[in-house]
């Protein structure tokens, strides 16, 4: 059975849960510059603290190890640790080259941790997944970077396209189950991804379950480059993703009205995973993960979301919180228009 058909007959039982942040889980491990580097980078030329996707390379037993974590806490769906593992957003490190590297290693690492957990708890990994986590980009194809200039890109839409490329092949010779274009906060690199997922599947003859996840950055309703949610479902589903949903920015409350309007729009299932709330001034979350729980909780009985996990400082306890919550839960159905 392939990963899609699997997917959809879980979903069509039970609510399925998504990890939380791993950069929450990194930071707690205080991380210095040599460590970051390790052995392989120590005479780098540049400063890679920060570069959190390297670790992979550098320190994967620290990545082994949050992926496990997430999966004891009841994850069924853990995300690799390649948030901007493509070459453009490498290039703040002149680490461009690496970017297939680190993408084919990260989704390595989590499928032997899938394997590793299940093995260790002697349990199936039937409804366990990797999700290859395909990040926005730092550069945006929708607007300009100059405020002087606004018809000016920093790159060009076939660009982006061949570094999301790049970074879809590392991931699906890595071993992912899922492709996840998360975060989205501009559309059109959301589209350009969406067009080398086609184009990779086009070239090698294979396929892979895509979820598509967008970000409202505020309480317009719109995403950064000024779409509404409804305006983005439309400009993405021709990509037939799995499901759709949001994710960051936002904590679960402020996320709660979005929600409810994807719910009543979407004819796929439907994700949320997440802010623990807002940050503070110090830019930390304090939400805890009874609090996070329990509004994602009103989400489930309302019969809004398939897929709930967390993201923005999030924890392993949040995830737990969340996975046990959605026991009670039925699984928000889909349309009948789709079910026909």
Known sequence: ??????????????????????????????????????????????????????????????????????????????????????????????????????????????????????????????????????????????????????????????????????????????????????????????????????KYFRDTKTQLPVMISGTITDASGRTLSGQTLEAFYISVMHADPISIGLNCALGAREMRPHVEELSRIASCYVSAYPNAGLPNAMGEYDETPEQTAAIIGEFAQEGWVNMVGGCCGTTPEHIKAIADAMKKYEPRPLPDMVAA
């Open 1 to 198: 059975m392939n990963a899609e058909k699997q997917i959809k007959d879980l979903l069509e039982k039970r609510i399925l849960i998504i990890d939380g942040a791993m950069g929450t889980m990194i930071q707690r491990h205080k991380l210095e510059e040599k460590d970051y580097r390790g052995e392989r980078f120590k005479d780098w030329h540049t400063d890679v603290k920060g570069n959190n996707d390297l670790l992979s390379i550098t320190q994967p037993d620290i990545i082994k190890d949050i992926h496990k974590q997430y999966l004891k806490a009841g994850a069924n769906i853990i995300e690799t640790n390649t948030f901007n593992s493509q070459q453009i957003s490498l290039a703040d490190y002149d680490m461009q080259e690496l970017a297939y590297e680190i993408n084919v290693a990260a989704a390595k690492i989590a499928k032997e941790a899938v394997q590793e957990y299940a093995a260790e708890n002697k349990v199936s990994t039937d409804d366990l997944f990797v999700a290859g986590a395909i990040g926005p980009m730092n550069k945006t194809l929708s607007l300009s970077p100059d405020v002087n200039e606004p018809g000016y890109r920093a790159v060009t839409f076939d660009e982006v396209a061949e570094r999301y490329y790049e970074q879809i092949k590392g991931l699906a010779d890595g071993g992912v189950d899922i492709l996840l274009v998360e975060t989205i906060f501009d559309t059109l690199n959301a589209k350009a991804a969406i067009y080398a997922i086609s």
